[in-house]
């Protein structure tokens, strides 16, 4: 067959075809989901998800991860109220939701990219601190009274909402930093294989702490969005945001032994979660029940995940002893 016409890969845009279906079967299940007040709802709620899910994705895929993205969220975005109420200033409040991001960041990448530690205890480590810093700053109590901070959250520019334009652009980064930059590369190459990256001469640690600062920016804007569109700077916000952030890259393709993934694929998977949680609350679902369904889509992603690894590794070893085998010569005669 010419290689103009080769086999279409339809196994590249499952998670669209998931998505696209998902959408329909929500549409059918409720007449109101596809109103435009819900979809821009929709959009605005899965806006911070997507950016923390970006974060962990890119960790993910270098082999590592982020459990402190919830609470690190909540730390950043009440410090950015409280400069806000201080300054009055938007931006100071963005560079210092930032800043908080990038600086809890640093810390687990230190541990992770210089001393070994397993990112999964150090960033559990960071999750306890950054609550107990952000609880500690404000007594446990709710930040009110915000004034024109709503706007980042909760406005619109014409008639499209200020946080999923924030999520357009920074979609476009992150595709363009995970596919074009050297940066990118060596994500991948780190996930896929640490030690054939370093004899490579790819600088391992300082990737590392690049992608957790990268993590960080992306933690910080989400808090100030999230704190922005709720009004308030809630210290307990944020609580199993880690978990959804990790959730949504997974079920969007990126695999939890390193080096696959991809950003499109988790926007993918964070709609996905999105519409679920949104049709659930339509169609009267609890809490509870809401819950239960979305551990089983973790486990079930993960475990199709090491599956389809394993099955992927199967397939390999079998065509290298077939194709050893076929290489070998043939002795024909007999032994006198």
Not at 237 to 258: C, D, H
Not at 268 to 280: E, H, Q, R, T
């Amino acid at each position: 067959m010419p290689s103009a016409l080769k086999r279409f890969d339809a196994s590249k845009y499952t998670i669209f075809i998931i998505l696209a279906a998902g959408i329909l079967i929500a549409s059918l299940l409720s007449e109101n989901f596809l109103s435009t007040n819900n979809v821009f709802n929709v959009l605005r709620q899965v806006a911070v998800i997507t950016i923390l899910a970006y974060g962990t994705m890119t960790l993910i895929i270098g082999g590592m991860i982020d459990l402190s993205s919830g609470a690190v969220m909540a730390f950043a975005g009440v410090v950015s109220v409280i400069v806000y109420k201080q300054s009055t200033s938007m931006v100071l409040a963005l560079l210092a939701a930032i800043a908080i991001g990038v600086a809890c960041n640093l810390f687990s990448a230190v541990f992770v990219a210089y001393l070994n530690v397993p990112a999964f205890i150090v960033t559990l480590g960071v999750m306890l601190i950054a609550r107990g810093a952000v609880l500690e700053i404000t007594q446990g109590q709710n930040i009110t009274q915000l004034g024109d901070f709503v706007l980042i959250g909760q406005g619109n520019l014409g008639w499209f909402p200020i946080p999923v334009l924030i999520l357009i652009a920074i979609t476009a980064v992150v595709w363009y930093l995970m596919n074009h930059t050297r940066y990118g590369r060596s994500v991948y190459a780190i996930g896929g294989n640490e030690e054939a990256s370093r004899a490579s001469g790819i600088p391992v640690e300082r990737v590392k702490i690049q992608a957790f600062i990268v993590n960080g920016v992306l933690v910080g804007i989400a808090g100030v969005i999230f704190m922005s569109r709720v009004n308030a700077g809630l210290p307990n916000a944020g609580v199993g945001y880690e978990l959804q952030a990790i959730m949504a890259p997974v079920i969007g393709g990126t695999s939890f032994s390193g080096g696959v993934g991809t950003t499109l694929g988790t926007l993918a998977g964070a709609l996905i979660v999105g519409i679920l949680s949104n049709i659930m609350n339509l169609t009267g679902v609890g809490s509870y029940i809401q819950q239960i369904v979305m551990g089983l889509i973790i486990v079930g992603a993960v475990s199709y995940d090491i599956w389809s690894k394993r099955g992927k590794v199967r397939t390999t070893i079998l065509k290298k002893r077939e194709e050893k085998g076929s290489g070998e010569p043939t002795v024909t005669g007999s032994v006198g």
